[in-house]
């Protein structure tokens, strides 16, 4: 069954702490690994995507990493802000068809 | 560039009312819609998707129905709401070929 699992499910830090995000999946056969940052109340926007072949990917004080022997992404926050309080989502793409698969989400709260 | 627009933001619905949620894209044409459903805690759920007018596709059994009027119009519908049908709903776009989806702001639906 193709399922893409997050961890945790909530987080709390302190403002200028690191933080990394976990996502174990299933899906198979893979396509490429997103992760989304979802504001409350609004749709999610995209932050990173990696294929097969990549292991890491910037954007800005955001850093994913992917595992595709064992199936496993991080998504590394440097230097929380207040403005990343927010749920990231991990999405997996299979390589067949035009379906996603999106895990339950990591809700962060960062705390001054 | 390209907007998309989703109303209402918000609805409160008794159960067995009918239900019109609508969608609309701005500056891109023939575009790939989708509509997914976010329970409470929950990972996106696909609900339809279009690659064009008049063509949609359904992922899962449900009280719901789509229709795609026009190019860039994408209409979530039911007949008779049920209280499961409560969440929050997003529609996303994203261009022919291409794998970015792109989500609205969503509407918050609460059947009561």
């Known amino acids: 069954k193709n399922q893409v699992e997050q961890s945790p499910q909530s987080l709390i830090i302190l403002e200028g702490k690191n933080c990394t995000l976990q996502?174990?999946?299933?899906?198979?056969?893979?396509?490429?690994l997103r992760w989304y940052k979802q504001d409350t109340g609004r749709g999610p926007v995209s932050l990173t995507i990696?294929?097969?072949?990549?292991n890491t990917k910037s954007n800005g004080r955001y850093t994913a990493t992917l595992d595709a022997d064992t199936k496993q992404s991080s998504l590394h926050i440097t230097a929380s802000q207040l403005s990343d309080s927010a749920s990231y989502i991990c999405?997996?793409?299979?390589?067949?068809?035009?379906?996603?698969?999106f895990g339950g989400g990591t809700r962060l709260m960062v705390k001054p | 560039s390209q907007t998309i627009h989703q109303w209402p933001a918000t609805l409160v619905q008794p159960v067995g009312s009918p239900l019109s949620l609508e969608c609309t894209v701005e500056?891109?044409?023939?575009?790939?819609l989708y509509w997914y459903r976010q329970a409470a805690g929950r990972g996106l759920q696909l609900l339809f998707y279009?690659?064009?007018?008049?063509?949609i596709s359904s992922e899962v059994p449900q009280n719901l129905s789509a229709s795609r009027p026009q190019d860039r119009q994408f209409i979530l519908s039911s007949k008779k709401l049920l209280l499961s049908d409560s969440g929050f709903y997003l529609c996303?776009?994203?261009?022919?070929?291409?794998?970015?989806?792109?989500f609205g702001p969503g509407t918050r639906l609460l059947v009561l």
């Open positions: 996303a776009w994203s261009r022919q070929g291409k794998e970015t989806q792109y």
């Open positions: 996502c174990n999946y299933t899906v198979s056969p893979f396509s490429n």
């Open positions: 999405v997996v793409r299979r390589d067949a068809g035009n379906m996603l698969t």
């Open positions: 990696m294929t097969f072949s990549e």
């Open positions: 279009s690659v064009g007018i008049g063509q």
């Open positions: 500056g891109t044409s023939n575009p790939n």
